[in-house]
């Protein structure tokens, strides 16, 4: 078969890549057993990646890629028959014709895209307290806090939300007299310090490194509306998959949010797909730029996870690509799940380099006609080393390859450009507006001021319609108004309804909490179950 058999060199089970001796072909069927892209600055890992989202997009797969640069932006415009392309195209029997791909733009702070939020229980406390650069014991401190959100119905949405809750859970050292008024967040405080030893100055420490993710955008990307994944896996009118950037100019700024939100979509999508076995090709195709952000200084535990979620996701039809400059910075058990490689050219100036060459050249099927580790160095702009997987799912050997040049356009687009795509966007209007819901800012701060009912470790007690259901009825009756401040009618009457108050709103509550599913909205459920990555399980 010839690159000229179908329209721009692709066919119905397979991307083409790049020519060399052999045609380079990625086969749809096996794109979701991962890929690498690595290759020093300048020397065509965009383009490379640009070539793969379009070929996936024409297949009907959506793509997820995170824009560093930019410069993958132009793939939503058609592109210029430059005489450079053009002549490429040629070289390899292709017929250049320009084209475009509906694009969806998403930014973390809303600048250039959708906005981009997740909720502080959606992220879960092992990928927050590596957002945080936590210690063992800080992060432990914020597992308890989390427990305790669940235990108590308290919705965790915002940083202001996990603000509020750390400072109930720091032990009340002031002294009691006899008539002192009760504290009314003591039932959240002792059922923190059931779980261990829950100190004011480690929860000072883990509120000033919310000041500093805060002070990064960090407030920007917590809160509701929170972005539903399916959003990203959506094709247009002509059955193609839809293209989503992620544009992170911005947030590169902060190399441990972008890293760790992209591990926390990586991970949302693991546990709300189903199960689907080898598809003829990916349900969703995710690349991942400067990969190496995920691993740095990773706890043992966290890379573990991540170890686990790459592995099994393929089975859930996610293709994973990262893309970075040296393939050492990816660990091994990472490395050994990617099938697909595409290898640009590395620089040995330094002993590391030299290392990664070498390193490079091993993983790769040899070639008994290349010399990969000399040709790795060897190799010019939009030259790649490329072994794909086959049909019975082994590499390829390696070969020397020209990357055939993009269809859609090759560079930034303008910012009237971008603006008028967001315009046209399906999903306009969906995110764009900030929504404050009650949680459990709101709801600690009503306890403090006598208005809600106290947390006494029951389901009933959270936000939304029930908890002020709960707090009517504990009015009346004085279940929710402390010691000291009730009437005589009210501590008789108390004694006898808080039981069955607490059975009654707790039952609707649990019975909600199964039918609402995974919706965060109330945090109704008492028992919330994690995922891989520590995240709410929304099934």
Do not use: C
Request: hydrophobic share 40%; charged share 25%; aromatic share 6%.
């Amino acid at each position: 078969m010839t690159a000229q058999d179908n329209k721009l060199g692709d066919t119905d089970d397979k991307i083409f890549v790049g020519k060399g001796d052999e045609l380079a072909w990625l086969t749809l069927a096996l794109a979701n057993r991962h890929g690498l892209v690595t290759g020093a600055t300048g020397t065509g890992k965009t383009v490379t990646l640009q070539v793969m989202a379009e070929g996936f997009a024409r297949a009907g797969v959506p793509v997820f890629a995170a824009d560093i640069k930019g410069d993958l932006s132009g793939i939503s415009e058609v592109g210029e028959a430059k005489d450079f392309i053009v002549k490429r195209a040629s070289e390899m029997g292709l017929n250049f014709q320009p084209d475009q791909f509906s694009t969806v733009f998403w930014d973390v702070f809303g600048e250039q895209g959708h906005p981009v939020r997740a909720t502080i229980t959606e992220m879960g406390p092992l990928l927050l307290a590596r957002m945080l650069d936590l210690n063992d014991v800080q992060e432990g401190v914020l597992n308890v806090a989390f427990r305790v959100a669940d235990d108590n119905g308290l919705a965790l949405i915002d940083l202001k939300d996990l603000r509020a809750l750390l400072d109930a859970i720091v032990p009340d050292s002031g002294k009691k007299g006899p008539d002192a008024e009760e504290d009314p967040l003591a039932p959240i405080r002792k059922a923190a310090q059931g779980f261990g030893n829950v100190t004011k100055a480690t929860v000072g420490t883990i509120q000033r490194q919310l000041l500093v993710l805060e002070n990064q955008g960090g407030t920007k990307f917590f809160g509701e509306p929170a972005l539903t994944l399916k959003d990203f896996m959506k094709t247009d009118r002509d059955g193609r998959g839809m293209v989503n950037i992620l544009v992170a100019d911005k947030l590169m700024q902060s190399p441990r949010l972008y890293a760790t939100f992209l591990l926390w979509m990586l991970s949302e999508l693991f546990e709300e797909l189903p199960e689907a076995g080898d598809l003829p090709k990916p349900k969703l195709v995710f690349f991942f730029d400067e990969a190496h952000l995920l691993f740095n200084d990773a706890p043992k535990a966290l890379m573990d996870k991540i170890e686990q979620v790459v592995r099994l996701i393929r089975s859930k039809g996610v293709g994973v690509y990262f893309v970075t400059q040296n393939p050492i910075d990816v660990p091994d058990r990472v490395l050994g799940q990617m099938g697909n490689r595409v290898q640009h050219a590395l620089r040995a100036f330094t002993p590391r380099d030299q290392k990664a060459v070498a390193a490079a050249a091993q993983t790769f099927r040899p070639n008994p006609k290349l010399d990969t580790a000399k040709v790795i160095m060897e190799l010019g702009k939009g030259e790649a080393l490329v072994s794909f997987l086959e049909g019975n799912g082994t590499p390829a050997m390696v070969e020397r390859v020209m990357i055939r040049p993009p269809s859609a356009r090759i560079g930034p687009i303008t910012p009237e450009e971008r603006k008028a795509i967001m315009d046209a966007s399906p999903l306009k209007g969906k995110y764009d507006t900030a929504v404050d819901a009650e949680s459990a800012y709101e709801i600690i701060q009503k306890r403090i001021a006598g208005t809600a009912a106290p947390a006494d470790g029951q389901a009933g007690s959270g936000g939304g319609l029930l908890g002020q259901i709960g707090s009517i009825v504990g009015t009346v009756f004085g279940t929710n108004t402390g010691r000291n401040r009730l009437t005589t009618g009210q501590r008789i009457a108390r004694d006898v309804t808080r039981t069955v108050t607490d059975k009654v709103v707790g039952g609707v509550v649990a019975d909600l909490g199964k039918s609402v599913g995974g919706q965060l909205g109330g945090s109704v459920g008492r028992a919330l179950v994690r995922g891989a990555l520590g995240g709410l399980l929304r099934r």
